[in-house]
């Protein structure tokens, strides 16, 4: 199960990190345990040119994996007109997860099912109930935007080479998941029936967010016909 808690899983180094980067004084390294949970430091972490000196300060230690990622995807959102942090908070932990060997198509970690098309998904969530049945419907919005968000120039040239489905495609199932997993009981005990609502309501935001994140950081030597076309037609709305 994916939460909204990689905003909680920073580490004083990482508190001190952020201090140091952006030149702050007056917290001492016992406050930072302290400061790791404020509002204060929660507004540091939105500061505009915080991700560029996290990439680029030499000699002031790297970020971890957990600081990186949530700095990144939250200035994505805000930077696509999203200000909020519990959905940046549960975007940057899937991605983290889904980073990891082949967890993009599993459920859960220790689920032995193999997901490999959004359809087999929409299939299974049909027969499915309790846990399973919010994990299955998750699953869908969760795999819907790693593909179309972090992975958008395949989707593009299998679209263009194979008669694959496009954006749209994704985006509807995308969103038909979250909206599904928002409406199971267990969502609101766990604190995510309003962070799937919202990845329902702003899914096409969110997936283009994530296209420029991607472009931008892991295919930035890319220089397609395919790629400029998305760019526009995602910019033009």
């Known amino acids: 199960m994916i939460l909204a808690n990689l905003r ?22 016992p406050d930072a345990i302290q400061t790791a949970g404020g509002e204060e430091f929660d507004q540091l972490l939105d500061a505009a040119d915080l991700p560029e000196r996290l990439r680029s300060s030499p000699g002031l230690g790297e970020p971890s994996a957990a600081l ?12 696509a ?14 991605l983290l997860e ?10 859960s970690w220790h689920d032995d099912e193999v997901y490999r098309y959004l359809v087999d998904l929409v299939a299974a ?15 869908l919005g969760n795999f819907a935007l790693w593909l179309s968000g972090m992975f958008p120039d395949r989707i593009t040239a299998r679209e263009d080479r194979r008669g694959g489905p496009g954006f749209s ?5 995308g969103e038909r998941g979250f909206r599904l997993a928002a409406d199971h009981r267990l969502a609101r005990q766990l604190q995510l029936r309003e962070i799937y609502r919202a990845a329902a309501d702003s899914f096409r935001v969110l997936r283009i967010a994530l296209n420029q994140l991607s472009d931008r950081l892991l295919f ?9 076309l998305r760019q526009v037609s995602d910019a033009a709305g």
């Open 68 to 79: 990186f990622v949530y700095v990144t995807v939250r200035h994505s959102l805000l930077g």
């Open 169 to 173: 495609y994704y985006e509807g199932l």
């Open 8 to 29: 909680e899983r920073l580490t004083p180094s990482d508190v001190e990190l952020v201090l140091r980067v952006l030149n702050v004084t007056g917290i001492t390294p």
């Open 220 to 228: 930035p030597h890319v220089h397609t016909p395919a790629r400029l």
């Open 81 to 94: 007109g999203i200000d909020d942090r519990d959905l940046s908070n549960y975007l940057g932990a899937l």
């Open 98 to 107: 889904f980073g990891v060997r082949d967890r993009a198509l599993r459920i």
């Open 125 to 139: 969530i049909g027969g499915s109930e309790g846990r399973r049945a919010l994990l299955l419907r998750a699953h």
